[in-house]
């Protein structure tokens, strides 16, 4: 469809109104970053720093244990998302394969647990986790992140599994393997696309938690997570706007670039489950 | 290979009964289709066969040795699926040496009959290509040459040819039949398609709602159905069936009465089957005259279709029918509005009791 | 000829024979079973049972107090309860309406094909990999009562003469919340209605051209109700997450000022961790979670099986 030119200029106006709308804020975060105090605490604001100051990320990153964070929530992600893969890619298959007596209520219980708010479920597992000696520790974040990510990903697990025709295993089987012969060597195989794409999400999902890492290691500095670790430089009267600007730029950098590089991946995996 | 004993097989699915007591002795070498419309349990006989499926009840022997409950890959047969069901990930050589590989087979072993069975199936130049580079007939080759490398006592094939395009399909049919002659390995054969059941068995089994309707070669099929079902389903275009109303021996079709050929002491309603080549243009011993609804020319043949008092709808075509059909050669111009003289030898006529659909 | 008949499985246990084929599927399932009772099931039976005891801190394993509802009485007489409902109410409305229509129209807009489509379409969807405590920090910051960016740009363009005082206004902080939400939200939607937007088959724009329908009936005699059910299940979903959202209210204004932000969610937390009153919290939580059941099911009604 042709259009013309007044068309053509509406519609490039448009777009590039909106993604300076949208991505202003990101642009703020550097540019907050970059200022000195006394131009943070002047109005009007000036749209770029007189003298940006580069050396904050280097003053940052030795100021606060941004890398200590990071790794913190490295750890807890790759934790619960390992573990709820193993158990997730096992029943998304099963319930992708095999009609079972009791389909219906794992549908249930699937919705259900989109709906269940951390703050409900924080509450009984900080008891459990007190029972157990857990709190402080990284652990409790894996099983915590894993109650987020196994109904989501068994979910879209099987969404997946449903495209892959099942006279795939068929034929292995007549080839002579054992059905679980048929899901290793055939079907996984196939299936890491969307493998893959559902652990990215799990790794966003795990490493967005906030609620569970303040509630349950807010006394261990030493585990504190990246979203702990910055409100932490949020102070009691005052807050250093650029320096917590600065590490909020290291923090934000890991899921920005997954998102940036992985897009096709996590995108493909969010609307491949969703649009059946 | 070896012959195959389906003993009493039947299967449910909780209160839905989709195959009933299916019995059927498979010699050695023979190349058996089963053939039935959709639902009619003929998949379901054949996944039951290969070990995807639980019988509910019932035997299978392959040569000596009981399988009913074996494992798939352990009954030394061969499946060639509707949608190919390659292995994306592998290559064609790695397809093809699947099986072989699974049963722990050396390489060199391997290498050699897989060489073997991509000469014979003239896939060599694809080996090393992945199967979404291929096109709907290499990779049913492909699909072949998997399933004759392993050399097994059967192969079993669920509607191979389905989803190639009908040019494809008629060289394809030519090509197993001569896969078939040369390696002879006992084959059963599911198909929606009577053409591919008349072409490529020796013997034919059709099915209708999980009941077989007629174990028989095909030509018997042809000239002897057993029922209504069976005459409507061979044959292109169908059996023509009138309903009429048999009295001492004679019945009223075409507004004339006749005695039939076959002496039966049957009385009251019938239905009557003409196969449509039956009919001629002009003399015969018995003619009647009709105004034809359409001619269809194909050529050398054409298809007169026409209405008749008592035209009854073959089961399953509601909606499709335009009527009976004659198909009569001739060439040249046959002028659509006047009127035709048909005629047909009633010895060539069937009779089928109207309520069991059964073959008097 | 034939190929030597492997030797019969000795495995007793063959999950390759036709009878035995299905239990592959419970074995399959069961970690998932097992895991989900472990940490889903029954801590929420947990909480369940906690929210009718009169308990303030419990003891796993300890003598449980007598069953009581005197936890839901306070509930429903309490103030609190009453206007957390009415925040969650007015906070789910205007985010998700907010969610709705900011990432309908960028799904519509990059929809269309343009040099750089690409690039745009990543750049509008990238507050969603901005994690929501980063997106506090910066709206924290433009919402800064001295200095902030919007105080200054509201003065600017006539809405007000001084700084609006975001954090000790209860109207401001409740839109200051519901902005930096919305900006978190709608990429998820904007995404999900460009996905169902391309599965709108081009031949039925084709056929409505041929028709004679212009634009904006094309737009709603065929994009909307093909679109109707991405948009329904999107719709439910934002709406969840409203209910559900911790990180960004209580980092931005801790539920205040006066709770005028505090939403159920942020209630059933501070129930427990600021009042130390974990049999309140859970009565809280539980209710939040029923509410949250009916309104998805009212709102999707016989089609809830297309969340999953």
Known sequence: MRRTFAQSLALYATVAFTLIMILFPVYWLLVTALSTTDELYRLPPTFWPNDPQWDIFARVWAAKPILMWLWNSMLAAVGSVALSMLVSVSAGYALSRYSMRGGATMGMFVLTAKMLPATLLVIPLFSIFSSFGLIGSLWTLVLAHSTMIIPFATWMLKGYFDTIPKELEQAAMVDGCSPIGAMIRVVLPIATPGLAATALYAFVLSWADYAYARTFLVNSPDNWTANLGITTMQGEYVTYWNDISAASVFIALPIIAIYLFLERYLVGGLTAGAEK | MANISIRNVSKSYGALNVLRPFSLEIEDGE???????????????????????????????????????????????????????????????????????????????????????????????????????????????????????????????????????????????????????????????????????????????????????????????????????????????????????????????????????RATSHQGAVVIGLRPEHLVLGDAPVTFSVRPTLIESLGSEKYVYFNVEGARIADGEEGKSKGLIARVSHTGNLPRDEDIRLGFDPDQLYLFDAKTGGRL | MTDTVQPERRKFFDLARPSRQHLLGYILIAPAVLMVAAIIVWPLVLAIDLSFQQVKIPRLGGASRPFSISNYVWLFSSPEFWLACWVTLKLVIVVTVGSVAVGLSTALLVNNRFKGRTAARLGMALPWAVPEIIAVVIFAWMFD????????LAIQLGFTDQMIPWVSSSTAAFWAVAITMVWKGFPFVSIMCLAGLQSIPADYYAAAKVDGAGVWQRFRWITMPLLMPVLGVTLVLTLLWVFRDFSIIKVLTGGGPLRSTQTLSIMTYDQAFQYHNFGRAAAVGVLTLVICIIASLLMLGRRSKSIY
Request: net charge neutral.
């Open chain 2, 31 to 261: 190349f058996v289709v089963l053939v039935g419309p959709s639902g009619c349990g003929k998949s379901t006989m054949l996944k039951i066969l290969a070990g995807l499926e639980p019988a509910s009840e019932g035997e299978i022997f392959i040569g000596d040795r009981e399988v009913t409950d074996l494992a798939p890959g352990d009954r030394d047969i061969a499946m060639v699926f509707q949608n190919y069901a390659l292995y994306p990930h592998l290559t064609v050589r790695q397809n093809i040496g699947f099986g072989l590989k699974m049963r722990g087979t050396d390489k060199t072993e391997i290498d050699r009959r897989v060489d073997d069975a991509a000469r014979i199936l003239e896939v060599t130049p694809y080996l090393d290509r992945k199967p979404k580079e291929l096109s709907g007939g290499q990779r049913q080759r492909v699909a072949l040459g998997r399933a004759i490398v392993r050399q097994p006592q059967a192969f079993l094939m669920d509607e191979p040819l389905s989803n190639l395009d009908a040019k494809l399909r008629v060289h394809m049919r030519a090509e197993i039949g001569a896969l078939h002659k040369r390696i002879g390995v006992t084959t059963v054969y599911v198909t929606h398609d009577q053409v591919e059941a008349m072409t490529m068995a020796d013997r034919v089994v059709i099915m209708q709602g999980g009941i077989i309707q007629q174990i028989a070669a095909p030509d018997e099929l042809f000239n002897n159905p057993a029922n209504l079902f069976v005459a409507g389903f061979i044959g292109s275009p169908g059996m023509n069936f009138l309903n009429a109303e048999l009295r001492d021996g004679t019945v009223t079709v075409f507004g004339q009465q006749m005695a039939l050929p």
């Open chain 3, 145 to 152: 009562t001295s200095f902030g960016l919007f105080g200054w």
